[in-house]
């Protein structure tokens, strides 16, 4: 997602991604089958700068410039988290 340098299209996907997990949540809410992965908390990608290829998971980070992976974190959590003041749509 990082090659993108679009926060903006970075918002809306986890606005997406937020979207459907709230539906998920709520239908299981509903059905009281809550089980593992049926909640409001999801894994992100990961905002640590990449700066050792030997690690080995660079795919799970915006890169290894420091200020475009702190705009692209920020968007995916404010897409993920919604704007409303008071509830949260999830959790990264």
Do not use: C
């Amino acid at each position: 997602m990082a090659a993108t340098f679009n926060p903006d299209l970075i918002g809306e996907i986890a606005d997406v991604i937020s979207t459907e997990g709230r539906a998920i949540y709520n239908e299981a809410q509903k059905s009281g089958e809550v089980q593992k992965y049926q909640g409001l908390t999801y894994w992100s990608p990961n905002v640590n700068i990449f700066r050792d290829p030997r690690w080995g998971r660079g795919q799970e980070t915006y890169g290894e410039d420091p200020y475009l992976s702190g705009v692209l974190g920020e968007a995916f959590v404010k897409g993920l988290q919604g704007n409303h003041p008071h509830i949260i749509k999830s959790a990264a």
